[in-house]
């Protein structure tokens, strides 16, 4: 469980942070420095995808839960009989969660391969760094695993992006409802100064005063190197009937260490954290003699199965044996640009850009790339239902809506998730 974590913490916001004043102004994130080409020679009416992947890096022991998806898509679509008339082409290049190595993977797929569109990349941080260069080079790019809340306002920009996974704005708003659903009206939250606490902290004061929350301005930020004591004595005197950390395990234990040595650990104040701290890893940092100190903990995370979705997808993954890390959703981002360009009746970018979101707002729904493709064929609109979400609502280059997981520390200090019944869905 402890490995899982890990990758998925590298795959919310990638391997480095940028600083706060880089994530507020929107103008020193790590972008790759574009070409000047924005033609593109290679509309020529057969769809080829290519994949950014980490085939390399520290998310590599599970590449095939991002490739297989991408694959089982390919092959549904050939076997209903391609796209616009012909086979869908596929090429894969390695992401290696490095910006230099996803540079380079896209600079080959676009003009080595000729794709049309990029399914990818697999971290949040990588795509921040993609983003504008999908604009300039003119490829659509979705991803099925970057949640990073702040690549909404790039996408928006960028216009060839999009994205299957929910955004941390949403998780902020589960959040949010689990602590007033315990009954928690006075909560304090701690968080690095990062590019992933502090946004996610202020979307979760916010989504708390939406939920009738009237004292939820209590945020204390905590810097490298910042002694944690005196951030817990800060927070404490605030008279908090609930602890919320925002982060990881090794930016968080350092403050939960603090606040068991004043009497007030997760056993003797109810304590919640961001999807980050569902780790069994947490525990042992912050006291190896007796990770159970953390035991009650609780905290929401995306649902990796929500609850009343059943997509033949599903059984297909599970039959490979390959282990779902974000599978359905990049399944999802395949089929769904196979689909803009069956709508589009081209393999131009501009086009298939143009209809992506038609797909999801449509009156015929389907679940199924044969099933959607002979309605739009028959010139009906659809709405297509995923496996990894109804896409119930859509918010321009990304869902409105997600179900979440609530999980609980157990005594052995390993995370424990509710039953599907209990999982919260937002809005």
Known sequence: MSHRRRILSTIAIGITTVSVAACSSGSSHPVASPTTTTTRADVDGALTLGQLAPLTGPVATIADSFTVPVKLAVD??????????????????????SLTTATAGFNGLVDTNRVDAIIGPSTSQLALGLIDRTRTRRVVMCSGSNSYGPISSAAARS?????????????????????????????????????????????????????????ASNIAITSPGTDATRTVDQALARRPDAIVLIGFPATSAPLLKSLIAKGKGPLQIPTYGS?????????????????????????????????????????????????????????????????????????????????FA??????????????????????????????????????????????????????????????????????
């Not at 953390?294 to 997808?313: L, N, R």
């Not at 993954?317 to 709508?343: I, K, N, P, Q, R």
Request: contains cysteine; hydrophobic residues 40%.
């Open 159 to 215: 216009g060839f992006y999009f994205r299957t996974a929910p955004s941390d704005h949403l998780q902020a708003d589960a959040l949010a409802a689990l602590l007033v659903a315990d009954g928690r009206h006075r909560p304090v939250i701690l968080t690095p100064r990062d590019s992933y606490g502090v946004p996610f902290a202020t979307e979760l004061m916010r989504a708390l005063r939406t939920h009738g929350v009237r004292d």
């Open 358 to 427: 038609a797909n999801l707002t449509g009156k015929v729904p389907c679940t199924t790339f044969l099933e959607c493709s002979n309605a739009l064929k028959a010139r009906k609109t659809i709405h297509y239902r995923g496996a990894s979400s109804a896409f119930d609502r859509w918010q321009g280059t990304e869902p409105g809506t997600a179900a979440y997981d609530v999980w609980t520390l157990g005594l052995d200090a390993r995370p424990v998730l509710a039953a599907p019944g209990g999982q919260i869905h937002v809005p």
């Open 76 to 97: 549904e679509m050939n076997f209903a009989g391609g796209v616009n008339g012909k086979p869908v082409g596929l090429a894969v290049a390695d992401d290696g969660s």
């Open 275 to 355: 999807d980050g701290l569902q780790s069994a890893d947490l525990g042992a940092l912050v006291d190896p003699a007796n990770p159970a100190v953390v035991a009650s903990m609780k905290g929401t995370t995306p649902a990796g199965a929500p609850a009343g979705i059943d997509h033949p997808f599903n059984a297909r993954l599970f039959a490979t044996g390959v282990e779902g890390f974000f599978s359905a959703s990049t399944y999802d981002c395949t089929v769904l640009v196979g689909l803009a360009a069956v709508a589009a009746r081209s393999d131009d970018p501009r086009r298939i850009r143009d209809r």
